[in-house]
């Protein structure tokens, strides 16, 4: 008896980050400055969450609907939660980092129910120095294999007002694509769907994200307030509106998320969503290349007047050809006049009732094509509609391999119930056996999956610059809220490269070799300011060449060594530095406001560099294109003024230099 009470007087002393009496549980973050406690409180599971010790979330319940089961009514802690602490590292394939360090606190909660004690449920909890995730485990049942979940209910009661930055949505078939809302969390209408990642600005400028990851064999998760509180809601299965989840048991869900920070940089920087997922399922990955890519639908597929236009090679050899003098690792094959390179008697791209995905149009040859394209030392993507695609999975990837292909764009997916999410997983999973990437389009928000499955390397998610072939909604301000919201969850397509760029109150609508709103300094520093690690080069060649600039695409890496966040002021700008080897690019975006900001460089290593720095010009407010560049040497002493014109940018490469 001595012995156990000086092992348990041992962990209280040392150990003052776990905490635990019956019913009552807290953890802390390695810092100390996040903790997470929850409670049974009138017969329900609630937690609380604090940060630099002032609650930010209180009291929110933890509660699942199972069939044939029904709801926590009577929960206790059923045995002595458990504790660890993980301090390791590992390596990302593609990434806003190489190397990330995953440190945190974790513990393991079993739930009873005492009116039904074949209720049982665990809650996995992990506390970061930047945030806390949890989730529900179902585990194993000696009188069911599998189960069926009706409803979480997950809430998020806040002890203020915060102010929420999100995506609204009429319901849960959407592309993810629209402008955010921001307002008071109490003026959000009743049971409005709000998107996640969604961002609340609290009054003492801490910062919260609320998220998923790891989102495998279950229901995408968004929020609604309902009876004035925040809450879970799951996507339900097609066809019916009962049912979320049907699984075998054991099964987890999804991590809930909560990024957290008194900077809005520590949002962007976090890696816990990756952290938060299983490492890489693909052995070899020697043949995963992220990198920038062509996507001529952009544009128009626009070529010179000496070309024979169309799916054919002709034409897809002349962007293979910019490609390949341009340092531009991919080109894509979409389409010709509004007709898709393969077989489909459908209209405006959707799948008809003879789509033939295994098949080009007449005229096409795709091995051709490739065997072109490895030639000269480019990729070879392509465009799909995933109703053509799927139906044909392994058939189309086996023959898709056999051309040559690199991978492929899947689009029109726009939905995140359990079915989708699970067709997801089969098409990276089979890519990955026939060395294909997936680009995901008309798609849900990332969970971190490109640390198990490397060779997704980028989702949509986003009203972006495809827009601006129709209408004028994607404002610099509407970059700064997907930098913001969206991004927060990983990496984000974006339709870059434009370089006709106009600024706003002139902007026009075209289809064919259309316009970007803001300056082209803005267009290059998206490159940097955005994850994404399949940049788009989605202007006509010609657009290109000879152009101030250009020589900053023909530089951008797929993928990031380290990322830091320089500055960042909500709604007004940002300026984020990535670095690959040992060259950093800093990009900074404004608002429809121009500004002046000082940006300082001490997170940079000892030593000299040398900046190439890109500018809007004088007169960018009125000629967007212009731009100055000029040459300078610093260290990480030094600090820069950065001038920006209205939807204005800054573009910085710096090359450290020998000893």
């Known amino acids: 008896m001595k012995r156990c009470l000086s092992i348990l007087f041992f962990f209280a002393l040392f150990y003052p980050q776990f905490l635990f009496a019956q019913n009552n549980v807290r953890l802390t973050s390695p810092d100390d400055r996040i903790s997470f406690s929850i409670k049974v409180n009138e017969d329900i599971p609630v937690y609380s969450i604090a940060f630099k010790k002032k609650n930010l979330i209180e009291n929110s319940s933890l509660n699942l609907d199972l069939e044939g089961m029904g709801m926590l009514r009577q929960a206790f802690i059923s045995t002595s939660p458990v504790y660890k602490e993980i301090n390791e590292s590992y390596k990302l394939i593609v990434g806003k980092a190489s190397t990330v360090k995953n440190h945190y606190r974790q513990v393991i909660i079993s739930l009873q129910d005492k009116l039904n004690k074949n ?4 809650i996995e909890v992990r506390v970061f120095n930047d945030g806390v995730a949890f989730r529900y485990s179902f585990p194993k049942a000696h009188d069911r294999s599998f189960f069926t979940l009706l409803d979480e209910k997950t809430q998020f009661r806040f002890t203020t007002n915060p102010i929420i930055k999100a995506l609204l949505l009429p319901n849960f078939t959407t592309s993810h694509e629209g402008l955010y809302t921001t307002a008071p969390l109490s003026e959000i209408k009743e049971d409005t769907l709000m998107d996640m990642p969604a961002l609340f600005q609290f009054p003492d400028k801490t910062y919260m994200a609320i998220t998923e990851a790891a989102l495998l064999n279950h229901a995408g ?10 809450q879970s809601q799951l996507s339900p299965l097609p066809g019916q509106t009962r049912i979320k989840v049907k699984a075998r048991l054991p099964h987890n869900s999804p991590w809930r998320v909560l990024l957290i920070g008194d900077r809005l940089g520590t949002l962007i920087e976090s890696n816990i969503i990756t952290s938060l997922n299983a490492p890489s399922a693909i052995k070899d990955v020697s043949w995963i290349k992220p990198g920038t890519s062509t996507f001529p639908w952009w544009n128009g597929t626009v070529i010179p007047d000496s070309i024979n236009g169309g799916n054919n090679f002709e034409t897809n050899k002349y962007y293979i050809d910019f490609c390949a003098a341009n340092n531009i690792k991919y080109h894509s094959v979409v389409e010709y006049g509004g007709h898709e390179w393969y077989t489909n008697d459908g209209e405006g791209y959707q ?9 080009p149009v007449p005229g096409l040859d795709m091995k051709q094509i490739c065997d072109y394209g490895k030639k000269k030392g480019v990729g070879i993507r392509v465009w799909t509609h995933w109703k053509a695609l799927y139906p044909k999975l392994d058939e189309a990837f086996a023959l898709f391999e056999k051309w040559g292909l690199s991978g492929m764009m899947v689009d029109f997916m726009d939905r995140d119930d359990q079915e989708m999410v699970n067709i997801q997983t089969e098409i990276l999973q089979k890519a990955a056996k026939h060395k294909l990437h997936i680009q995901f389009h008309g798609a849900y928000k990332p969970t971190g999956l490109h640390r198990t499955y490397p060779n997704e390397l980028t989702r949509e998610g986003a ?10 909604l994607i404002t610099p301000d509407a970059d700064l809220n997907i930098v913001f919201t969206r991004m927060l969850a990983g990496p984000t397509d974006y339709h870059q490269g434009g370089f006709n760029a106009l600024p706003t109150d002139k902007f026009v609508v075209q289809n064919i070799k259309p316009y970007v709103m803001g300056t082209r300094c803005h267009m290059l520093a998206m490159y940097v300011v955005l994850e994404n690690f399949l940049p788009g080069v989605c202007d006509y060649p010609d657009s290109y060449i000879g152009q101030p600039g250009f020589e900053v695409i023909k530089k951008i890496p797929g993928s990031w060594d380290a990322t830091h966040v320089i500055a960042a002021e909500l709604d007004q700008y940002v300026s984020i530095a990535r670095r690959k080897n040992d060259r950093w690019y800093i990009g900074t975006i404004t608002n429809n406001n121009a500004r002046e900001i000082t940006i300082d460089l001490k997170f940079l290593p000892p030593g000299k560099f040398e900046a190439e720095i890109y500018s809007d010009a004088a007169d960018a407010n009125e000629n967007a294109n212009h731009l100055t560049k000029q040459k300078k040497f610093i260290d990480k002493n030094t600090n820069l003024k950065l001038a920006l014109a209205p939807g204005g940018g800054n573009m910085i490469i710096l090359n450290k230099l020998k000893k």
Do not use: Q
């Open 119 to 122: 209720y049982k449920l665990n």
């Open 351 to 359: 799948p008809g009732k003879n789509v033939d995905i295994t098949k």
């Open 463 to 472: 009203m972006n610059y495809e827009y601006h072939k129709w209408d004028k």
């Open 221 to 230: 998760m968004y929020l609604i307030k309902h009876g004035g509180i925040l």
